[in-house]
Nanobody, 127 residues
Framework: QVQLAESGGGLVQAGGSLRLSCVFS????????MGWFRQAPGKEREFVAA??????????SYSDSVKGRFTISRDNNKNTVNLQMNSLGPEDTAIYYC??????????????????WGPGTQVTVAA
């Protein structure tokens, strides 16, 4: 059974940066695409970024709202996926979730295609 645990959330001023991490356990990490999603109060969960098994630059995808500001990466030796978030604004305030999709190459933006989810970590950006 896959288990995911996020860390790194917190309170930051607008324009600041945060780095989220997610530790994966229970299965072979490189068998999974990893994704980040977020959910703001009163809104549906939305796609942020995804990275396929190899972790190359070509194997990453982003939502338009974070492209150029956020960077997803993975360390297959440490079973970890990271989300570096720069130039944060109040609109980025949400609970951020790490997710795993056992289709290792897919990089889907659809939450329904991810089988495993972490409990989430709160990110709050003050104006």
């Amino acid at each position: 059974q896959v288990q995911l645990a996020e860390s790194g959330g917190g309170l930051v001023q607008a324009g600041g940066s945060l780095r989220l991490s997610c530790v994966f356990s229970g299965q072979i990490f490189t068998s999974y695409t990893m994704g980040w999603f977020r959910q703001a109060p009163g809104k549906e969960r939305e796609f942020v970024a995804a990275i396929s098994w190899g972790g190359t630059v070509g194997g990453r995808s982003y939502s338009d709202s974070v492209k150029g500001r956020f960077t997803i990466s993975r360390d297959n030796n440490k079973n970890t996926v990271n989300l570096q978030m720069n130039s944060l604004g109040p609109e980025d305030t949400a609970i951020y979730y790490c997710a795993a999709d056992q289709t290792y190459y897919r990089r889907s933006s659809h939450a329904a295609e991810y089988e495993y989810w972490g409990p989430g970590t709160q990110v709050t950006v003050a104006a």
